[in-house]
């Protein structure tokens, strides 16, 4: 008996699970996941912003003791960083 209701309560389980597709996807869970990545995007944005611009600080220190060159390195990281957090972006964009 006790078996038999351990049956009836796995079947149970079993068929109230959903099998998403790509046209079955619930709309709440559609907009949260946008939401979430765009507020993702927005602070990667923000943080790319800032440390643009505290690179570019450090560089204006820097031109004032003549070490420029250094700081170019730091310029370019940041970039780079740019530049993969806008092509995620992008590739994400064109799949989802």
Known sequence: MLLTAQLKALNFLA?????????NVPDDLTKKVNEGLGLVFFFVTAACVLGVLIVAGSMALAHRNGELGEKLKGLMGVLI???IAGSASAIAGFFF
């Open 15 to 23: 068929a109230k699970v959903p099998e998403p597709t790509i046209g």
């Open 81 to 83: 960083a740019c530049l």
